[in-house]
Every structure is written in C-alpha cells, then in structure tokens.
C-alpha cells in the first residue's frame, strides 16, 4: 500500500523489538496539529455557531490523519528513525481501548491476529469501515442530512447521514460504512449506524464481528471543538458494549480534507515477514 504523507514523525524511541512496534501501531494515532490543552480550552470556550433550524452547526474541518513513525529493518528489530522531518502537532497518544470478546471466541481473535497480514482486508485496500476509520475528519451540513468525508489510508470514503427523520432504508447490500441515520438529542448529533460488512474488522489484531454489528455515534459541538463518541454493540460475539475513548478534535481552519493518493496492496517481501500489525489512522 502506497499513501501520501503530510511529513514524517520523528520519535526518539531508540530501537524496538518487532512485538514492540506492532504494539505502538496499535496504541498510537496520529493525528495532523490538534493544538495544546491552552488552546483547546479556548476554542471550547468560544461561542457555538448554529444552523437556522437553531440545531449546532458540525460544518468544518475536524481531523487529518498524518503517517505513522518511519521505521528501518535493523537485524531481527524495526528502528524508528529519529532524524526524519518532524511534523508540527503530531504524535498524540490515543488508545480507543479494546472490545471484550467471549472468552469462546478469544482463539479466533488470535488466529486472526497472528495472520494479519492475509486475512485483514483494510491492508489489501479494502474500506476499514465504521467504526475502524475513526472520526469524521470534513462534516458537510445541510437541514436534511449531513456528508461525512474522510481521506483515509485506503482511499477517500464517504457517508451521508440523512437528520431529517428518514429511517434507515431497507432491502440494500451491506456496505463497509453502512446504513447511518441520525437525530438530535439536544445539542448533540446521535448517529445509528446498522447493515455493515461483516468482512470489516473493528480494528487491528483480529477485531472482527458479526452482521449484527450496531454502532452508535455521538457527535456534540462546543465552540470550536467536536466531541466525538462511539458505542459498539454485537452482544452475538461481545461479553458487553464497546464504549470506544472518546476524541476531542479542535477545528482546523487553515487545512482542508484532500484526494486520497492510490492504494496498492504491500508487496510480498513485507507479507513474508508477518510482523505488521499496524493501520494507523
């Protein structure tokens, strides 16, 4: 898979072992500038803007994923390169947690896991879906529906998400990124999302699920920051609901959301390592 990068990110993490890195690539996201704690309390603080239907408008841009660390082959170990180019912001720590699985499932999960790099279909270019794709990062608004767009590692994806009562469509294909309608709850966007592909994951290391899948989203803007959650329910091969950790994303007004370069899969000298546990989005 090839993909266009806005820098690279410079960590002096020294050398790691390959366990190391494909834990790294699972905890850390890597998000383009989100600003300091200083500067996100002020832009919370700032005054809402709305719609003329009086409802908080979610119009803007909210998140840029930027590549993960440059990493060299060095003997049985992965280097992270501590001299390449760093990008202004990046290497914000987010861990979204991790699904409790029945323990009657938990071998699957590690076969699923220790094959990786055959089975996963997001490293083949395959959509990641909902909710592996993270946070919406361009929210379009009308009083009918909001567009949701994404320039992602796999390609740019899109979902539109009718708030105008509609329900959710029936007798369509499952998809990736489903089938979402959404209403409000006060200042808050609920967003229902149902009819995803069973073959998505939920996230790396073998997080996969059923067709019963359910995600609900919550989306709540307060001044220039949104707050983004996530609830994922599939009680089939889940002990309990995956409440996924919260984002809190500051409006990003000198950037703007960008065509996907081409997705190829990686070649087969990277397959036949099986070491690569990372889709970092």
Excluded at 241 to 269: S, Y
Aim: charged share 25%; with cysteine; glycine share 10%.
């Amino acid at each position: 898979m090839k993909r266009h990068a806005s820098g690279q990110l410079a960590l002096s993490l020294g050398v790691l072992s390959l366990g190391a890195v494909a834990w790294l690539a699972v905890v850390v996201a890597y998000a383009a500038p989100q600003g300091t704690a200083g500067a996100a309390n002020a832009a919370a603080a700032k005054a809402t803007p709305r719609a003329s239907d009086g409802h908080p408008d979610l119009t803007g841009m909210w998140y840029r994923r930027v590549a993960g660390p440059v990493t060299k082959r060095v003997g049985k170990s992965l280097v992270i390169v501590n001299d390449a180019p760093p990008v202004e912001g990046a290497g914000n720590r987010y861990n979204p947690g991790t699904p409790k699985y029945k323990p009657e499932f938990l071998a699957r999960i590690k076969e699923l896991k220790d094959d990786q790099i055959n089975v996963d279909p997001a490293f083949h270019c395959g959509p990641p879906g909902v909710p592996r794709i993270g946070p919406p990062q361009r929210i379009v608004q009308t009083a009918r529906e909001i567009v949701v767009l994404y320039d992602d590692l796999n390609g740019n994806f899109f979902r539109l998400i009718p708030i105008d009562g509609r329900k959710h469509r029936t007798g369509i294909e499952p998809s990736a990124n489903g089938d979402s309608v959404g209403r409000w709850e006060g200042d808050t966007l609920v967003i229902e999302v149902r009819n995803i592909l069973e073959d998505t994951w939920l996230g790396d290391n073998g997080l996969f699920h059923t067709a019963d899948l359910k995600v609900t989203e919550r989306l709540t803007r307060q001044g220039d920051t949104l707050k983004w959650e996530a609830i994922v329910e599939d009680p089939e091969v889940l002990q309990e609901p995956w409440k996924v950790t919260p984002r809190i994303l500051p409006l990003m007004t000198n950037t703007e959301i960008e065509e996907a370069a081409f997705c190829e899969d990686r070649g087969v000298a990277d397959r036949a390592t099986g070491d690569y546990h990372g889709n970092v989005r």
